[in-house]
């Protein structure tokens, strides 16, 4: 029989305490360099201590009163010292080295760890200068750290150096690696909680190194914080058997060192030797396939560290476990304002660690522990890679115009928009080697975007096979992101436009809903960007939505569901878009706006499959400009009040507005139709709730004041309801959307199942006009006898009947 | 420096072709057997191949023709040979130790692989009589896969024996551990696609064996089936080293045994050796584990399984590689409508299975083969635990009554309503010992129900500390499952619901959204299982969303998104229902309300701080009855006809709004103010489109026809107009909720930028009523002024004022 754990694991073997334990041996820190290093991460420790109470008094150089304490105590001590004692041991090498390093804090639950680190680099009083190297400065560097109006306890947009907020946990790694890709000096030391990394796109992001190339990437060096508890249990992994855990890492890719213990002065030394050696086996790795010119895999370095919960913290108070406990996880001691007992231990705690040898009586840190901070732009707060607007370059465009689809009258060609939109998807890889990547989930061919390859294949570091050389399109140094995790690469791709490059992430329609929250969250960081001065503006988060809901029709009902927009359209309007181009045109025009644009998350829905084109290339880029408009060639109202607007918005539901009016106009000669498309989604909002809103003037001018307007539209029907829920004319508004109704059916029955298809959408218009009589009556008959007709026809031969799919606009 | 895995690994060493190469060793199977059991694997590969192609000639009696194929070919055959042959080695084990085993078919894509074993197992044939075991029997069998009308490529709801879609990917794991949670005697065999490896859900949900208990609960099998490529890629854990494979299983506390290679019958025998040894393993742990009555946590034993992508199909296809590569994926031969050749490819190839030494004349499976199969429920896709509503125990319930929280008079006293709830719930998992748990990510405590751990533990089969004993609340065999994954947990809860048992997730609200797309996923399989006749109705998914957007102010932005609900509003309203207690004597009324109801979504929101309380239990079971009603105890328009309608939803908005109302009355008495409160948020929307809408004559009772009604929601506003986009009224509607403006803020803070706060709300009101002339006016001032007051009272002092937070209902 096997071991099993309970042989395997002593409660020692994994404890936190006593004095360091380590793969690498060594003191490379003389006594001197030792002392400072510790004396600096007790400043740093300080510092959060003195953010997570007080307002007043900051070098408490009068005794702690209650006056001295926030009202409300907030924020996380759990993970600072671990978290402080990494980031200061980094900073030797970083001055040893000249490295260029960022800091990522995974568990951003320990904020005050970096933003201590941030004010003694002096980075802090540099962007807010009220918040100086001084007494004053720092009470109010102090008192607004969660406090309302200040800042929160998460590594936010505020805090300078960082790029991930670590509010919800899981993206460190991915993040980290986004940063690194085409930045090969970089080195992102990135912090991973041990809660954190019991979430599932954590778990699978340590597979990241198979898509890391040593020559033309920098390398993440992961420190996995096993701290051991999260919030109110322990971790998995800080429980699991020393065999397992280092099997783990072995099993994921990496080279694992581990560093263990509580005792200050031999874990500093511990740290200082362990991650020296991962700085040089970093290089090493580098400069073996960057002078050989071949790249391969290394099992790169990482370091476990295991510390005490709330290290450095009262191992006990009043008999309850506070040190290596989750009561260390928030506010350590909670009830000082009404326990004095309780005031007088914090106290007697904060003045442990000897602010007043650190900070001078005017309160700026002593030149001796100055001397520790790295130089200018070396300072991890500071590299502007962190800031990654700053950086950014533009992108190289080739004009989009190149590539347009011909089109001479609407609706008579069919043309597969999305793989000639592929082919400028490959010229923009092309004049921008590394300065853009197209991210996706193994779908990129299925997409019908493969024409990317031949300007840049698919980056895989892992072994091959006589069979990849058939078509499998592999490199060692590739343009394309495709690992089969949704949250893997959304992350990867925001890593690399925060660290100032442009992107696209491609996904199949219905699975994007995966990273709903990732896209939230980083809406919420740029969002918040642009309230921060000091912040330069990131490319934008590009979207491609295809296999879209309509043409899932032999994947049946768990590939349907357009909602990601609604999750979008919740996000603040200053950073979302949304576009659902009706043809091949509209895509090249809108991708172009969309790669040119900033700090956006762009949303666009369009097809895989070939369609039927409606627009040349002028006139697609009015139609896009303005966003929403009518199409005077598919209307017969010129000059006159239509009876009636038939509507759309996005590719397929077009096709079948389109249709439907042709129908109604052959059957209802005299009808007045205007026909209107809307490409951008937000122009439909009033003005005053998205900069794309229009006005209420120019809404009725499109869609009449009273006229009734059948709108097909892509995703749910409600969507449309809310974006105009404002507008007054809005009860002429019938929508007609995906319903949740599919299953295995053609693309034909899956529209009448949801009735957005052809017929439905005549016979809708034709209700709506009771005026019409007999007239409306006998066409009405007609509509639905094609219909069932062709609905026979479909099911009994397994697929649409040839004059739906090769539908011709007959006017 | 480290080995690089070019050193390490070699093509050979990782290649899926040859004689099996396995970690057991042994021929179990006699020759005969061994005979058998390929047969029985052929004629399952014929019907899978049959479902991809046919439509007639089921036997191919005649010449294979044009006029036999479907004219649309869909469907998966990459995994199928993997997935029956696991299959049909497990039925040798089944029979011999008289197992009860479900089949969990992770790759779902493979859907073929477990019809065709349904189907020899005359399973299908008995749930669905016209697919008979006879020729038209097969015939029809054929042609309705991927066919409209027909079922999918999926395990979906149709497939007798699953109860896992897989048409999303990284759930079969999790799924997997919740079927076996409280059935001792049960394995579930689960294939976990190497695609399907790569997300982030299933990479984390390896670690599930540190929640399971030897003596209580069943074992999951996984057999981790490397086909070596996802639809255009190769995977990553077919492409690292043995090395690194096998370590990181160790890694996740298993023990994996290996089995790979081509040749059928070599890798039979390995197969049949590794399952028993396996088998035997998992006894053996539970039999000491259960014996000794001491639960400790197995290193379980797993199966890596390495066999080609599209294994038994033609290796090379007009010089391109199909058996081992990615085009194997879908249809193997996409094209033999057009190219004649590879009509006869294929013909030869379905006959090199010999389907006619199997299938009788007449289409029957021969009685040689036939004995493989299990008996009665024994037969994976017969296993009534796959259809979990049949063995379903309805919950043993205390009266919710006898937890009511005392409320003389509306609005005087508060009381922790959560807390409270965690006392109701305790005891219903004192009652159901077996038949209920509590899921949750690490979040139980915080969310204020901790009293539950009187009833029942935290899980927590790791190792423990001295620490853990003091509050710690963890045991071997506990009734409460927590790990930071919101993934694992729900997908565990789903198993455990699918499984025929009954359960409760609870999670702040922000992060809900990390599991949409599950949530999404789930809604569709009972939507669909309410269309098969023979699936019986599982207990409902009940979401308990607490540490709400309102209550977020510390935590600030990245914690305060309440979108969930608009995701939920997507799905069928036969499957999804929301809930919005207003205080705690509703919220016990709502959650019995959930508990005794079957095959829902049930999200039920409420906040877990102390409220105000507003209805004794009596009229909380009557307001929650009615879903929606006038609060006539806060009104004052009995009688009459309103001048406006103060509306709520949600229990921190109803607070706001009642304060609003008591504002008014105090500044405008002669105002005729009614009250509206909504429990569940689905008696806003039309009865014709959801069961528990309302009519338009009793929405129009409870709003008015025409007065201005100022609606204070929870959530994002324009879900209320979404809801009630078609009533007449709804341009009176005017919603206030969440609009995507926070940060640090007091509560208070939080509302006002929002504008959901009392003094906003009565503006509103007073804005809506401009007939109210100077008196308006004059009241608008003073609330403004009120609102600017209490603003800068906050600010400074880091919370809001006493008489925000003790707001006394003055009437």
């Not at 219905?510 to 969250?521: E, G, T």
């Not at 995906?738 to 809708?764: C, M, Q, V, W």
Request: charged residues 25%; negative net charge; glycine residues 8%.
């Amino acid at each position: 029989m096997s071991p099993t754990v309970q042989e395997d694991v002593s409660a020692e073997s994994i404890s936190p305490f006593g004095k360091a334990r380590s793969t690498v041996k060594g003191e490379p820190l003389s006594s001197d360099e030792l002392k400072l290093q510790d004396d600096y991460m007790r400043a740093s420790l300080y510092l959060c201590l003195g953010m997570l109470y007080l307002k007043k008094n900051p070098l408490l150089k009068e005794p702690l009163s209650l006056g001295d304490l926030k009202a409300r105590l907030l924020g996380h001590w759990g993970s600072d010292a671990g978290q402080v004692f990494t980031y200061v041991n980094m900073n030797r090498l970083i001055k040893k080295y000249d490295l260029d390093v960022i800091f990522i804090s995974g568990p951003g639950h320990g904020a005050p760890a970096v933003i201590s680190q941030s004010y003694l680099e002096g980075v802090y009083s540099e962007v807010y200068p009220d918040k100086s190297e001084d007494e004053e400065g720092m009470r109010k560097f102090f008192k607004q750290f969660s406090f309302p109006g200040g800042i929160g306890s998460h590594a936010t947009p505020e805090t300078p150096g960082s790029l991930h907020e670590g509010g919800e946990l899981g993206y460190s790694i991915s993040h980290a690696f986004g940063t690194v890709f085409d930045h090969p000096n970089l080195i992102a030391l990135t912090m991973v909680g041990d809660g954190e990394s019991e979430t599932g796109p954590l778990a699978t992001s340590w597979h990241s190194t198979k898509f890391l190339n040593p020559i033309t990437d920098g390398a993440v060096l992961p420190v996995l914080h096993l701290n051991g508890y999260k919030i109110n249990n322990p971790t998995v992994l800080a429980r699991i058997s020393h065999r397992e855990l280092e099997a783990l890492f072995i099993g994921y890719g990496w080279t694992p060192y581990f560093v263990e213990g509580s005792d200050p002065l031999s874990m500093h030394q511990a740290m200082a030797a362990t991650l020296e050696k991962c700085v040089l086996e970093i290089r090493a790795h580098q400069k073996k396939a960057r002078e050989s010119g071949k790249a391969f895999r290394p099992l790169w370095p990482m370091i476990v560290l295991r510390s005490p919960k709330g290290w450095t913290g009262p191992r006990k108070v009043d008999g309850h476990y506070l040190e290596g406990f989750w009561r260390a996880h928030q506010i350590p001691l909670p009830d000082v304002a009404s326990s004095p007992e309780h005031l007088k231990l914090l106290e007697q705690w904060m003045k442990s660690y000897t602010p007043e040898k650190y900070f001078g009586a005017d309160g700026k840190l002593i030149p001796a522990l100055k001397n520790l901070v790295p130089d200018g732009n070396r300072r991890m707060s500071a590299n502007p890679i962190a800031n990654g607007g700053l950086i950014k370059k533009p992108l190289l465009m080739p004009d989009f115009r190149d590539y347009k689809l011909p089109c001479e009258k609407g609706g008579i060609t069919e043309a597969p928009s999305m793989s000639n939109m592929a082919v400028f998807l490959r010229d923009i890889i092309a004049k921008n080697p590394h300065n853009f990547r197209l991210f996706g989930p193994d779908e990129t061919e299925s997409n019908k975007l493969a024409g990317v390859y031949e300007a840049g294949k698919k980056v895989w570091m892992g072994e091959y096979f006589e069979e990849d050389q058939d078509g499998g399109n592999l490199a060692f140094e590739g343009r394309v992101m495709e690992i089969l995790s949704e949250h893997t690469v959304e992350g990867w791709l925001e890593g690399y436009l925060l660290s100032g490059r442009h992107g696209m992430l491609n996904s199949y329609e219905p699975f994007i809903h995966i990273i709903d929250s990732m896209v939230n969250q980083h809406c919420k960081w740029i969002e918040k960007c642009l309230e921060v001065e000091w912040r330069a503006k990131i490319a934008s988060l590009n979207i491609l939505l295809t296999a879209t809901v309509w043409r899932q029709d032999h994947n049946g009902f768990t590939h349907q569901d357009p909602g990601f927009l609604d999750v979008v359209c919740n996000k603040s309007p200053e950073v979302v878009r949304i576009y659902l181009p009706p043809d091949g045109n509209c895509l090249l025009s809108v991708m172009d706006h969309c790669f040119r644009s900033s700090n956006y998350v762009n949303v666009i829905v369009a097809d895989k499959q070939n369609h039927l084109q409606y627009l040349d290339m002028d006139a697609a880029i009015e139609h896009c400009t303005k966003g929403a408009g009518i199409w005077d060639w598919a209307s017969n109202d010129q000059g006159q009040e239509p009876d009636v607007v038939m509507a759309s918005c996005g590719d397929v539901p077009t096709m079948e507005s389109l249709a439907a009016t042709a129908l109604l106009r052959e059957y209802v000669p005299e009808l007045k139709i205007r026909f209107v498309n809307v490409v951008d989604l937000f122009k439909l909002i009033p003005e005053h709730d998205h900069p794309h809103g229009m006005s209420q003037r120019e809404f009725e001018a499109i869609f009449t004041p009273n006229r009734p307007v059948i709108f097909n539209f892509h995703s749910y029907p409600w969507l449309i309801h809310r974006l105009t829920a404002q507008r007054p004319s809005q009860a002429n508004l019938h929508v007609r959307g995906y319903n949740e109704k599919g299953n295995i059916d053609t693309p034909l029955e899956l529209a009448i199942r949801n009735r957005t298809d052809r017929f439905s959408l005549a016979i809708e218009a034709l209700d709506r006009m009771p005026e019409l009589g007999n007239k409306g009556a006998s066409a009405r008959e007609k509509l639905l006898s094609s219909q069932i007709n062709y609905r026979t026809i479909a099911f009994n031969d397994g697929i649409d009947p040839e004059e739906i799919r090769k539908w011709v606009w007959p006017f």
